[in-house]
């Protein structure tokens, strides 16, 4: 499975974005997907994930309510709604796949390259 992430930019705060998550492969429809970011001199950190069976959520407790995470089987994607931004939102923003997740941290198996969300004050 090869990934992709799209979507980001350059916005002020409370403005959205919705960021997508592309993969090849036929069988990523029965891969859990998770979002993770990383700020400037921060770890990465853990944003929001997607089971493929039953399609379960879960959400950091610093995006909860404001970001929502869905996928589209059809078109091999996940997406990840940005809401009400916040100058602390500010990472590159990764999407991740596994074909078993065994917990919404991980481990990931396939990640993909990351785009760039910037929200000015």
């Known amino acids: 499975v090869q990934l992709q992430a799209s979507g980001g930019g350059l916005v002020q705060a409370g403005d959205s974005l919705r960021l997508s998550c592309a993969a090849s492969?036929?069988?990523?429809?029965?891969?859990?997907v998770g979002w993770f970011r990383q700020a400037p001199g921060k770890e990465r950190e853990f944003v929001a994930a997607i089971l493929w069976r039953g399609g379960s959520t879960a959400y950091a407790d610093s995006v909860k309510g404001r970001f929502t995470v869905s996928r589209d089987n059809a078109k091999n994607a996940v997406y990840l709604q940005q809401n009400s931004l916040k100058p602390e939102d500010t990472a590159v923003y990764y999407c991740?796949?596994?074909?078993?997740?065994?917990?919404?941290?991980?481990?990931?198996?396939?990640w993909g390259q990351g785009t760039q969300v910037t929200v000015s004050s």
């Open positions: 492969g036929r069988a990523f429809s029965t891969y859990d």
């Open positions: 991740a796949a596994d074909p078993q997740l065994s917990d919404w941290y991980g481990p990931y198996h396939y």
